[in-house]
């Protein structure tokens, strides 16, 4: 059984509450939106890289996979220059909340750096950090992106393997260059 | 001595070919050019990061390196969507040669990738490359870039270890995704 860390019973009413038909589904989250839902709690969950962010709950969401404070201003221009951002938000008609992220750099067509991925912890183990890869492979296929890297942290190295990332050194190593 | 494979013999006329005052050098180069004279055979190079390319003489470069050949149309879109380009040109008034290219991605906030870094085989080993890699560091600081990252082949890993580079595995991984 997928266990997401939630009770059916801490959320009366879901059944109404996460009904999203096509046509909200594009309005709340934009055109590009996909949902996915949870069989077991019956939650619904969506992907879209096309609806903007709360930076202030982005922040939040950063923090609690346990990453540093970077200031707003700093996070917003590094958003706006970013090549593609996905969200993950369980979904309610009225308050969204964003439960997942990542985002990637590039040049649009022959290179993308994947960033920042992260699912807000109560959450994990649960498939959505898959989907949510698989969501924005999807975005940069689109685009027609021919090479996609990432610096994975130690402990999420299997989550990658998994996915069929082919894991360096191999031919190639990555770099790291921290300014002071 | 630096050796550069070049031979002063082939180059008459070089010390009044090469004789590049400030305003020849942003008038041909761009403002933020830098000239490098190397003392032992008295070419004049420049570095610049405003300078624009002639795609063919790119794809020359790279190919002179022993890349593939990528079309033509998605390099002009990559070069576009980079953050930064630099050209490295052995000064000549009428035809200044591209031998040197480094470019990088990013969001122009965070995070920055060092791509496509090459120096025509006919002028390595002369210090160049080091050249080449700190004007690009260099813009990059200016942009206030707190990290840089990037894909290191085997063969030249001592190459940026002499330049600071933390070399990784190291807590982090690096991971390529190749598209079909």
Known sequence: MINLGLNKSVLPGWKNKNTLNDKTLKNIYG?????????NILNCFVFSDSKSFDLIELEQLLQ?????????????????NSLIKVGLWQHDPKFPRLIGFARCTGDGVIDATIWDVAINPVYQGSGLGK??????????????IKRVTLFADSDVINFYKRQGWILEPNGNRCAFLYSN
């Open 64 to 80: 609690a996979v346990g990453w540093g404070r970077r200031p707003l201003r700093r996070v917003k221009r590094a958003l706006d």
């Open 131 to 144: 989907q949510l890869m698989s969501y924005l492979m999807m975005s940069l296929k689109k685009v027609g």
């Open 31 to 39: 055109n590009q939106a996909t949902r996915y839902v949870d069989k």
